[in-house]
């Protein structure tokens, strides 16, 4: 008897993959991937960069799966996973700043260096205005960036958010609307 791995529940998955069968984590890997992808580019604005953390998102949570608390919503335990590798990646970027531009600027000119992200896909005025907003977006700060793209862009409810920000419903509000509020502001000077 064969189990048919689309029609099983995320849970069963993880316990299936658990259990040894990898095929059950390729299937949550096909459910989770887009969505994955999606909020880390938008939390570190490069799509290229995007790619490899995903698949690190992936294989971090493929060897704590055991971590994972089967009454949660899987799709919330992965965000987390996803956030922190992101935060990571922002972290590791900015002392490589530092570190690269220390010796060939002067110190005061550093904090003047943007991140200019390839925008090889803007033909059209519509992708450029895209661009425009994925980089306003990668300008907030990081608790309202990621209430804002688990909402808006991920389509999250709000209790789902909080879950996997593990904060109060009224702050994912708060967040919310402060990150709306401050990405009007940025693309106003951008």
């Given at each position: 008897?064969?189990?048919e791995l689309a029609g099983c529940s995320d849970g069963e998955l993880?316990?299936?993959t658990l259990g040894g069968r990898q095929a059950a984590f390729a299937e949550i890997?096909?459910?989770h991937r887009e969505p994955i992808y999606r909020m880390i580019r938008g939390h570190i604005g490069d799509?290229?960069?995007?790619?490899d953390l995903t698949q690190d998102c992936f294989l971090a949570a493929f060897q704590h799966l055991g971590g994972y608390d089967g009454n949660r919503p899987l799709r919330a335990w992965l965000t987390s996973v996803a956030i922190n590798k992101s935060r990571d990646w922002m972290r590791r970027r900015r002392v490589r700043q530092i570190l690269t531009f220390a010796s060939a600027l002067p110190f005061d000119t550093i904090e003047n260096v943007q991140d200019q992200a390839p925008a090889v896909d803007v033909a059209t005025a519509d992708r450029a205005e895209l661009a425009r907003l994925w980089q306003a977006v990668a300008r907030l700060p990081a608790a309202l960036k990621e209430t804002l793209l688990l909402r808006t862009v991920e389509g999250l409810s709000?209790?789902?958010t909080?879950?996997?920000l593990a904060i109060s419903e009224k702050a994912v509000e708060t967040r919310l609307h402060r990150?709306?509020?401050?990405?009007g502001e940025i693309l106003e000077i951008i």
């Open positions: 008897m064969t189990l993880a316990a299936l890997m096909r459910r799509p290229e960069e995007a790619l709000q209790s789902e909080a879950a996997a990150a709306r509020a401050r990405l």
